[in-house]
């Protein structure tokens, strides 16, 4: 046994209203730079819907993630190595641009410099940010926000395909007769990563302890495998340095015991981060799985459990700091994936065992229970119509259990089940027995699992532990002594004259760095001057 | 003239070539790239870009093979020059069509795609516009000259001054006697080479054939220790919750 600790993250899909708060504070920290107009790193998308980039989970057509040769081994679905090396001259897998979309600027100026007394209202119209010429925008990250042209698009979903066809027949695209939920998506941070695995020049790397999947961007040689091996197309490349880039898991603030941006700043505060411990050895065989309805409950039997002693041990014996096993203990996602086991991996079937996990939405089932004409308050009418409505539970199960529907309506049983739980307990103090045996949960389990999706603060919701340091006072002043910023290379976010705010013109313009590192603004300008 | 052209020239290159990439090794690891454009645009690119590529490893090997192989030696195996010479010239005709529709089709990519244009630097402009001058100058010696001209003989005299460099026994005599498209085409080489450091050709130095042997999933230590953490975001929230004193 090789244990090794993954950060990882949870999202409550119930709680996402779509704000794209997410998105843009993460686009704002790492890709406003020229060659990354149409990078994000999180963006949010709306499902049904064929999501960014273009149909990125038909894996027929773009061929990421992990598949089972006919001798039942591991293969990348791209093909082995030497296929690889063949296809290095022009990767016919590769999404272009207009699978993305074509980055629009505006030309502003008309507006500002229109002179006085104009008859007709200045307008500014789109240009292309990569060739300047004036264009018509017709797509974007997130055009099918709250199913917006969904009517014409949205049966093209890759999971709709997927479905059984009486199931994919029963969802249509019509006011008042459809459903649709939000799905934040970031890097999987996977533990067998494809797109690590496809990297002909060894530039990607998992790092050993935390698990964050980087691009080493001196190594990168452009050679853009990573792009198509990976299946949720989450690495990208910036056309303008070369060379590919993809969400950090915010490193430099998980590294100093913060969440990541898009967490920090979700304003539904449905994200969890928290350090999970699993077992290298085991990773191989439980991507190699054969059966696809198997693999949730493989990917499950990766992680281990922290209060085992066993485990504790192992982990103390593989020099894991005793902070560190500590918040495995308190972890949110451990208890979300392994003890209320209600968290599900998003496309378990690519087999990279990804990293980011995700409740299942309640409400798009609740609202089917009100348009079927049955009670959604009583857990009954509710659990049967999960079992009997298939709508969107096949679906569902195609996003987050490889089609298993059964898996995801359990999941969704217990959401319902604490809900009306905690109801009756609310509304009259009782205790719903029946509920807990059907769900085959403790009241307290459920009580805790209430307060965990409903009301955790901030601590309870992020445990991350900073990275080990063993004598903080020496490399403090370590850090202290290198003027360099490690993010100011060519390209890179540091390159941008705000980004330094502690001198120059932002620091006299109020503005200052906290302790914490974060962002503040002075309201006493004398501050700091005297 | 005839020093400064065939003895000083190959040399300064030469030492351009070497020191150049050492440089850029030392100096621009962020730089050493493909510089991809795939993402732009991939239609012209999946044709162009495999029969350049392929064509130009036919046209590496075929010069190492008339360069750096003495007549004497394939003579002494067995090959007649007759037979070399109807290898040399059908091989080196295919590889040679397959670069020149290679590099036209990734030029007409660079001039017809507004996207591809706008990326391409004057670096890579200078690139294209000596491969296609020597790509030019390579094609009628080997077509225009041995094929459809008379023939000439360079394995007993260009190939044996540019082993010459390597000995440093340079021998000029042989060279002005060249044709003058040979001429060129030699100068030109030396001059390619100067300039291969600074342009996007280092990537073939990065030719990832360790890519077939290492394992899938690649892990890295941390190699400098993590500064000390800040306080908790909590702390700092609490902390700001303190009602502000007017003082200071």
């Known amino acids: 046994m090789r244990i090794r600790a993954q950060v990882a993250m949870v999202m409550n899909l119930d709680k996402c209203i779509g704000c794209h708060t997410c998105s843009v504070t993460c686009k704002q920290t790492w890709t406003n730079r020229e060659g990354t107009e149409y990078v994000w790193f999180n963006n949010v998308e709306t499902k049904p819907g064929i999501g960014y980039p273009k149909h990125y989970e038909d894996q027929e057509r773009w061929k990421g993630g992990w598949k089972l040769d006919a001798r039942g081994r591991l293969t990348l679905r791209s093909g082995g190595r030497a296929k690889r090396l063949s296809r290095i001259f022009a990767n016919p897998d590769l999404p272009t641009l207009d699978d993305y979309y074509e980055p629009a600027t505006f030309d502003k100026d008309i507006l500002v410099n229109a002179p006085a007394g104009l008859t007709d209202t200045p307008v500014k119209r789109p240009h292309s940010a990569l060739t300047g010429e004036p264009m018509a925008v017709t797509w974007g990250a997130n055009w099918e926000d709250s199913l917006g042209g969904a009517h014409e698009r949205a049966d093209g979903d890759p999971n709709l395909a997927r479905m059984p066809a009486a199931a994919a027949a029963k969802v249509k695209f019509e006011f008042e007769k459809t459903f649709m939920f939000h799905l934040p998506r970031i890097c999987e941070h996977c533990l067998n990563p494809a797109c690590v695995s496809a990297c002909p020049s060894g530039a990607m790397y998992k790092r050993a302890e935390d698990g ?158 009100g348009l079927a004409g049955r009670d959604d308050t009583d857990a009954d009418d509710v659990f049967h119509t999960i079992r009997d409505l298939r709508i969107p539970v096949e679906y569902l199960a195609e996003l987050f259990t490889a089609g298993d529907a059964d898996a995801a309506a359990g999941v969704l049983m217990k959401l319902a089940a604490m809900r009306s739980y905690m109801r009756v307990r609310t509304l009259d103090g009782t205790v719903a027995q029946e509920l807990l045996d059907g769900i085959g949960m403790t009241a307290e389990q459920v009580e805790a699992m209430y307060r965990l999706l409903a009301i955790a603060k901030y601590d309870e919701r992020y445990v991350i532990p900073a990275a080990h340091a063993k004598d903080a006072a020496a490399l403090e002043a370590q850090a202290a002594s290198h003027d360099d910023c490690a993010l100011d290379c060519e390209g890179g976010p540091g390159m941008t004259e705000q980004f330094h705010l502690s001198e120059g013109a932002g620091a006299r313009a109020g503005l200052f760095r906290r302790t914490d590192g974060r962002r503040g603004l002075s309201l006493n300008p004398l501050r700091g001057r005297s | 003239m005839t020093t400064l052209l065939w003895v000083a020239l190959p040399y300064a290159c030469l030492a351009v070539f070497a020191a150049g990439h050492a440089w850029r090794w030392r100096h621009d690891q962020f730089g050493w790239t493909t510089h991809t454009s795939q993402l732009l645009e991939s239609r012209l690119l999946r044709l162009g870009s495999p029969l350049f590529h392929l064509g130009a490893f036919g046209v590496i090997g075929g010069h190492a093979l008339g360069l750096l192989v003495p007549a004497s030696l394939t003579e002494r195996i067995g090959v007649s020059e007759h037979a070399y010479h109807v290898v040399s010239l059908s091989a080196g005709t295919v590889t040679g069509v397959m670069l020149v529709a290679g590099l036209a089709l990734l030029i007409a990519r660079r001039l017809v795609n507004g996207r591809v244009r706008r990326v391409t630097t004057t670096m890579d402009k200078v690139l294209y516009a000596f491969l296609a001058a020597m790509v030019v100058l390579g094609m009628a010696a080997t077509v225009g000259r041995n094929m459809l001209g008379g023939g000439y003989d360079y394995r007993e005299t260009i190939a044996v001054w540019f082993r010459g460099i390597f000995w440093f026994q340079p021998h000029t005599e042989l060279m002005t006697g060249a044709p003058l498209v040979y001429q060129l085409h030699a100068i030109g080489g030396f001059l390619f080479l100067a300039l291969w450091p600074f342009t996007r050709l280092v990537h073939v130095w990065s030719a990832p054939m360790a890519y077939l042997w290492r394992p899938y999933v690649v892990y890295r230590t941390r190699r400098r220790a993590v500064g000390a953490p800040g306080p908790a975001p909590a702390a700092v929230r609490d902390a700001a919750r303190r009602p502000v004193s007017s003082g200071r």
């Open chain 1, 212 to 369: 964050i999947v980087l691009v080493d961007q001196d190594r990168c040689r452009g050679w853009r495998m990573c792009v198509s091996a990976c299946p949720y197309k989450k690495v990208y490349v910036n056309h303008a340095t070369g060379k590919a880039e993809k969400c950090t898991f915010c490193f430099p603030r998980i590294e100093a015991g913060q969440p990541t941006i898009c967490s920090e700043t979700c304003v539904g505060r449905l994200r969890y981060l928290g350090i999970v411990l699993y077992d290298e050895d085991a990773v191989l065989a439980a991507a190699s799985v054969e059966d696809e309805h198997a693999l949730l409950d493989a990917q499950r039997a990766v992680f281990l459990d922290p209060h085992d002693p066993a485990v504790e041990r192992a982990a103390r014996d593989a020099g894991m700091p005793d902070e560190w096993i500590g918040a495995a203990q308190r972890s949110p996602i451990w208890k979300l994936i392994a003890e209320y086991r209600i968290a599900l991996p998003l496309h378990p079937e690519y087999r990279t065992l990804p990293m980011v996990w995700y409740v299942p939405p309640l409400s798009p089932v609740l609202d089917a229970v």
